[in-house]
C-alpha cells in the first residue's frame, strides 16, 4: 500500500515541482477595480529567454469602465507613450499605432479576465530601466512599477 501511495505521490510532486521551477520565467500581476496593480516591481531571471506576463483583472468594473493592459517601456519613456496611447483611442487599446517604444502589451481586459502577453527577456538591456503601466486613460501615474531583470 504504501510503495503504491509513493508511486502515485512521485508523479504528483514532479508535476508541481516542474512548472514551478520553470515558473520564474512566468509571472503574475493583479489589477483591481480601485486602479491598483498588486505589486511595484515584478523581477525577471536574465536567464529566461522569455518570459510570460498573466494580468489578471481581479475586479468585476467593465474594461470600458476599468480596463487594465500590462504595457512595457523604458522608464524614460513610458509617460509619453502613455499620453499618446490615452489620445489613441480605444480602437487601438491606448496604444499610439506602431511605436516601436512598446516593448510588449497585453490586450486589455475587464473585471473577471486574464491575459498573458510574451515578453522576449532577451532583448532586454541587462541594467535597463524598464517601467510597466495600464494604459487606459488616466491610470499610468497609479498603475505601473518596476520591470527589474536578474
Ligand atoms: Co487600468
Redesign the pocket.
Known amino acids: 500500500m504504501r510503495k503504491v501511495l509513493a508511486a502515485i505521490a512521485l508523479p504528483a510532486l514532479l508535476a508541481v515541482s516542474g512548472p514551478a521551477a520553470a515558473g520564474s520565467c512566468e509571472l503574475e500581476i493583479e489589477?483591481n477595480d480601485r486602479?491598483q496593480f498588486d505589486r511595484k516591481e515584478l523581477v525577471v531571471p536574465a536567464s529566461c529567454d522569455e518570459a510570460t506576463i498573466t494580468l489578471i483583472h481581479v475586479g468585476r468594473m467593465s474594461v470600458k469602465q476599468?480596463?487594465?493592459?500590462w504595457v512595457l517601456t523604458r522608464t524614460s519613456e513610458f509617460r509619453d507613450v502613455a499620453q499618446k496611447g490615452m489620445r489613441a483611442g480605444p480602437e487601438n487599446e491606448y496604444l499610439p499605432p506602431g511605436d516601436d517604444r512598446v516593448i510588449a502589451a497585453s490586450d486589455l481586459i475587464g473585471g473577471g479576465e486574464r491575459t498573458s502577453v510574451t515578453l522576449d527577456v532577451s532583448a532586454l538591456e541587462s541594467g535597463g530601466d524598464y517601467t510597466f503601466f495600464?494604459s487606459?486613460p488616466g491610470?499610468y501615474g497609479a498603475?505601473n512599477g518596476k520591470l527589474v531583470m536578474e
Open positions: 489589477g486602479l476599468m480596463g487594465h493592459n495600464c487606459f491610470h498603475m
